[in-house]
């Protein structure tokens, strides 16, 4: 089928290369004219494992191409992928739906024939009944359409493999004819045993929502046990092994450490209390886990305080600074509000990334005391304490002599437990993990 993706970011990026993968003819539109010039040029604007060689590939074989003309894109395309972003009002966390809106607008004024409207941007339960009103309300009632909710469920850093292997495809309509367009989309998926779901419209929109919360929550729970074996003298590690044998519970989601981030959980936590408040219901568990996170990612700084009593002029590496490993994604990263802290404290910050220091660099206030290394081991030149925020692999193999020349003082923050405590106290570190 010819399919079109309106917004070429994160989602429609990775959404219509997986399309093109499996068979359909796809063009990616935008209306930022900087970032399709990129993609037309084979350079990758975000950074996700497997996407660079798969939409290269792709192009090459004619089955996508990118546009910034969004008219022409509607035109030619049989079913419509709707992929904007939908960002937090920073002061409540509702859906900013501006750009949703936009592309519906834009979808009516084009509607020359029978087209389904496919939204994949993560947006509060009844956002298709506003976005089909505004579609009748500019093409009028003679034009045939549906609108369907298709939300996604791709994990940064193995977003590719998630599209391709989905656990299971949402897909929320009320149409008949649009429930054998996206079965015609989808049949590769069904073909590889992947199940298609189909619910109601609100419905899909709540499982979006309702699983990254419950996802959210249960990182939230296992970091509040292990805040709490600190002070029992007992390990994270082994009570979340036990609870994961248990099928009700799963092992996924139970590894402790200083709060979530990321472009989803953060926001769609906001976004659901606040959608929940305007129903009049008050979403309690998700109250508390908002404000479990935002204490969690301050973790390290009250255990560098204890540890070095004050923080002014004492040099301190941070190891991370993506909110979680293969992805350059630094948006509600606690390594971001840990060295904003650590510098209004006075300290010195030495930090290092992979991928995400650019992006970073972007969002940082600029700060003399603030540097860049190389590599993560000149981060910690002449460090009094090393905090690990991200659990990038190459970490995971550091070599505590090594560390130890290095230092000026023998601390470790293990903000991820990527350590194990026995090791890093043999080689006459100060360990600290979380909940170990």
Known sequence: MKLTFVGSGYVGLVSGACMAEIGHTVICADTDRKKIELLEQGKIPIYEFGLEELVKENVSQGRLS???????????AEA???????????????????????????????????????????????????????????????????VVSNPEFLREGTAVKDFLNPDRVVVGTDSDRARAVLEKIYRPVARAGRP??????????????????????KIAFINEVANFC???????????????????????????????????????????????????????????????????KL??????????GSLQGKKIAVWGLSFKPRTDDVREAP??????????????????????????????????HLFFARDF????????????????????????SQLALRMARKIIVDGRN?????????AGFTYYGVGV
């Open 66 to 76: 990118f546009t910034a003309d969004i008219d022409y894109a509607l035109r030619e």
């Open 80 to 146: 419509v992928f709707l992929g904007v972003g939908t960002p937090p009002d920073p002061e409540t966390g509702e859906a900013d739906l501006r750009y949703v809106f936009a592309v519906a607008e834009t979808f009516a004024k084009n509607l020359d024939r029978y087209r389904v409207l496919i939204n994949k941007s993560t947006v509060p339960v009844g956002t298709a009944e506003r976005i089909r009103d505004i579609v009748r309300s500019i093409a009028g009632d003679q034009k045939a359409f549906d």
């Open 196 to 217: 298609i779901l189909f619910t109601d419209i609100r419905s899909a929109e709540i499982i979006k929502y309702a699983s990254n919360a419950f996802l959210a929550t």
């Open 230 to 296: 600190a002070l029992a003298g007992g390990n994270v590690k082994e009570v979340a092994r036990g609870m994961g044998f248990d099928p009700r519970i799963g092992s996924r989601f139970l590894s402790a450490g200083v709060g979530f981030g990321g472009s989803c959980f953060p926001k769609d936590v906001r976004a659901l209390i606040h959608t929940c408040t305007q129903y009049g219901f008050d979403f309690s568990i998700l109250k508390a886990v908002e404000a479990s996170n935002d204490h969690q």
């Open 299 to 308: 973790l390290p700084l009250g255990i560098l305080t204890k540890a070095l």
């Open 335 to 368: 390594a971001l509000l840990l060295i904003e802290h650590l510098l209004k404290a006075g300290a010195v910050v030495a930090a290092f990334d992979p991928v995400a220091t650019e992006n970073a660099k972007a969002v940082l206030p600029s700060d003399e």
């Open 377 to 400: 081991m000149e981060a910690v030149d002449g460090a009094e304490a090393l905090v690990v925020v991200t659990e990038w692999d190459e970490f995971r193999t550091a070599a505590f």
């Open 418 to 426: 990527i350590f194990e405590r026995s090791e890093a106290e043999a």
